[in-house]
């Protein structure tokens, strides 16, 4: 009824999150094309890349669809 919504999907997932010092590392997931991305956050800012393999090519989890 009043402010109901249908469900929307999120688009990133956490995998994972670190600290080291003043610097946090977090993992996400794209839920849609399963790429890894690295978030570093400090105190000279913010930055975000693809996470890639030996190989140079981006890591891709297989996106698992929650229920």
Not at 16 to 43: A, K, P
């Amino acid at each position: 009824m009043f402010g109901s919504k249908p469900k929307k999907d999120k688009r990133f997932k956490l995998i994972s999150e670190d600290t080291i010092g003043l610097t946090s590392f977090t993992v996400v997931q794209d839920m849609h094309t399963g790429v890894n991305y690295l978030i570093t956050q400090g105190v000279n800012g913010l930055s975000t890349t693809i996470l890639i393999n030996q190989n140079g090519e981006p890591i891709i989890t297989p996106v698992e669809k929650e229920a």
